[in-house]
Structure formats: C-alpha cells, structure tokens
C-alpha cells in the first residue's frame, strides 16, 4: 500500500505549514529538533496541495483579518472594483505567455503547455470589464486609462514581476490565489451587486465568470491537479508566491473596500475628466438623501 503524502511548506520567518493527503491541515512553528526543517523532496498529492495552497491564502489573510473592510456594495465602489478587475486581467495572457516562453526554453514543456493553456483561457477577461462599465453607462476605455486604483498596482506589480523571473513558476501561485478566492464568490454574492444596479442592466459579465458560477472553479481545479505533479521545488515556491501574493492582495483590496463613495466618486471623476454619470439601480430611490450627500450628478 502506497503511504499517505504529507507536504509542507515554510512560508515566512518561522511559519510552515503542513498537510496530509487526508485532509489536515495545520500552521506549524519551527522547534528544536524539527521534522519540518528541510524542505520537503517527495511527490506532492491533490489532496495535500490544495491544502497548503488554501492555507497559504488563509495565513495571508489572517494578517489583516481583524480589520477586513466589508462594506454594503455600492455603484461606485463596484464601478471601482470593475477598473481593478480590468487592471488584474488586461496583461495577464501576454504575462503568461512569457512565462511560458522561459519554461520552453529551459526544457519544461508541461510547464509551457500549462501557462499557454492559461493564457487561452484569460484571454478577453479584460473586455468583460469594460462592457460591464459600458453597461453602467460609464466610459470605460477613458476611465481604465487615466485610473489604476492604489490597492491594485501592488498587485499587478507582483505578477508583472513574478512573469519575468528567470525561473517564473511563482506566476502559478499568484494566479491560484486570484482565482480560487474569485471561486469563493457564490450567487448570492452576485446578486447583493444586482440589486444595487438598474434592472435589466447586464453589467455583471466579468463578476459572473470570475466566481463559482465562471470557468474559475475549473480553472482552480485543473491548477490544483497541475501543480500537485511538479517536483517538491517547485510546489514549494508556488506556496511561497500564493501567500506572498494573498498579503498583498488583502492589503490592496481591503484598501480598495475602506474608501468612501464621495472618494471613489472623487477618484473616478479626476479620471475621466467630467461629472461621473452612471445608471441608477433601486438603492438610490430608496435613499435620496444619500444620493444627494454624494453629489452625483443625476442622469
Ligand atoms: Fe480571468
Ligand atoms: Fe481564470
């Protein structure tokens, strides 16, 4: 009988963490005389990679877990979120193709055909953002340009940067952790955002693929699965990057969630230059006086 994988991982400082194909999973501190020390050498598993995935995303998180803003959804914090959410996607087919490129050259085609896959798959994601501004009646194309949100280019930067590593395979683990907590993201998530919108509106396409009801499951999926037949080393480092990349993304987007509507209304109106305009949904006939202190103009 085959014995059952354990991985593990050290993630920072003195922080690994450990998972069995069973299932367990555990935050482990290096002690004396440690089992954990050395990095790990064996065959990974589904069953513990994911693991150690999701608990580098859960350790990135717990850092600002006391303080994680979860603001009612508004139109300008959602047209905000449509303008990262273009940021995140606009370069990512051609990060990845790059990447892919240098595994190519350094003799690792599953590697090349993986990143070329997922390259496929992410293309025109960026084109779904801006429909769904276009669909809010916002200029798009004017906005994205001149706006690339503070808590997002932190982000965009580490992909940008992990892409052109001499050895890019951290661009998987960035790429999980976009993925899998966009994966999180249920119908009823989607529907809190459609309620504040105008009916009849479809400004929901990107949100929609980039959640449990999208191609992100299976993309996590295939990830998963993928990423579990590498070599130790590189298991490794793609845990790494997943939680370097879940510490940045939750100070980027809890810096996002924290603004203000009269803020990001600020922010969105320097972009494009004029009074932001935008099609109203039910919330803002329910609260005109809320929509009078935000001094949208009206349509
Ligand atoms: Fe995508
Ligand atoms: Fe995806």
Same mark, same amino acid.
């Given at each position: 009988?085959?014995?059952?994988?354990?991985?593990?991982?050290?993630?920072?400082?003195?922080?690994?963490?450990?998972?069995?194909?069973?299932?367990?999973?555990?935050?482990?501190?290096?002690?004396?005389?440690?089992?954990?020390?050395?990095?790990?050498?064996?065959?990974?598993?589904?069953?513990?990679?994911?693991?150690?995935? *999701?608990?580098?995303?859960?350790?990135?998180?717990?850092? @600002?877990?006391?303080?994680?803003?979860?603001?009612?959804?508004?139109?300008?914090?959602?047209?905000?979120?449509?303008?990262?959410?273009?940021?995140?996607?606009? *370069?990512?087919?051609?990060?990845?193709?790059?990447?892919?490129?240098?595994?190519? *050259?350094?003799?690792?085609?599953?590697?090349?055909?993986?990143?070329?896959?997922?390259?496929?798959?992410?293309?025109?994601? *960026?084109?779904?953002?801006?429909?769904?501004?276009?669909?809010?009646?916002?200029?798009?194309?004017?906005?994205?340009?001149?706006?690339?949100?503070?808590?997002?280019?932190?982000?965009?930067?580490?992909?940008?940067?992990?892409?052109?590593?001499?050895?890019?395979?951290?661009?998987?683990?960035?790429?999980?952790?976009?993925?899998?907590?966009?994966?999180?993201?249920?119908?009823?998530?989607?529907?809190?955002?459609?309620? @504040?919108?105008?009916?009849?509106?479809?400004?929901?396409?990107?949100?929609?693929?980039?959640?449990?009801?999208?191609?992100?499951?299976?993309?996590?999926?295939?990830? @998963?699965?993928?990423?579990?037949?590498?070599?130790?080393?590189?298991?490794?480092?793609?845990?790494?990057?997943?939680?370097?990349?879940?510490?940045?993304?939750?100070?980027?987007?809890?810096?996002?969630?924290?603004?203000?509507?009269?803020?990001? @209304?600020?922010?969105?109106?320097?972009?494009?230059?004029?009074?932001?305009?935008?099609?109203?949904?039910?919330?803002?006939?329910?609260?005109?006086?809320?929509?009078?202190?935000?001094?949208?103009?009206?349509?």
């Amino acid at each position: 009988m085959s014995q059952m994988v354990t991985e593990w991982v050290n993630v920072a400082g003195d922080i690994s963490i450990i998972a069995r194909e069973s299932g367990e999973v555990w935050f482990h501190t290096k002690q004396e005389n440690d089992p954990f020390a050395a990095p790990m050498t064996g065959a990974g598993a589904e069953g513990s990679t994911i693991r150690l995935l *999701d608990g580098a995303i859960n350790l990135g998180f717990a850092a @600002i877990e006391q303080h994680l803003a979860q603001p009612a959804p508004t139109i300008p914090a959602y047209i905000l979120a449509l303008v990262g959410a273009y940021h995140t996607s606009v *370069d990512t087919p051609r990060n990845l193709r790059r990447a892919a490129k240098r595994f190519e *050259d350094l003799g690792r085609p599953e590697v090349a055909a993986y990143l070329e896959e997922r390259a496929r798959e992410e293309t025109g994601h *960026d084109r779904l953002a801006l429909k769904d501004l276009k669909a809010l009646g916002v200029p798009g194309e004017r906005l994205v340009a001149n706006l690339m949100p503070e808590g997002i280019a932190p982000l965009c930067k580490r992909f940008d940067d992990l892409c052109v590593e001499d050895y890019p395979i951290g661009s998987i683990g960035y790429s999980y952790c976009l993925e899998r907590i966009a994966a999180l993201k249920q119908e009823s998530d989607i529907e809190k955002v459609q309620a @504040i919108c105008p009916e009849g509106v479809d400004a929901f396409r990107f949100l929609r693929s980039h959640s449990a009801l999208g191609s992100e499951v299976s993309h996590v999926e295939e990830t @998963i699965k993928f990423v579990a037949s590498l070599p130790a080393n590189d298991r490794i480092s793609i845990v790494r990057a997943t939680y370097e990349s879940a510490l940045i993304m939750a100070q980027g987007y809890n810096h996002e969630l924290l603004k203000s509507d009269a803020e990001i @209304i600020d922010e969105i109106e320097r972009a494009i230059g004029e009074p932001l305009t935008y099609r109203r949904g039910p919330s803002h006939l329910r609260d005109e006086k809320a929509a009078a202190q935000s001094a949208v103009p009206a349509e």
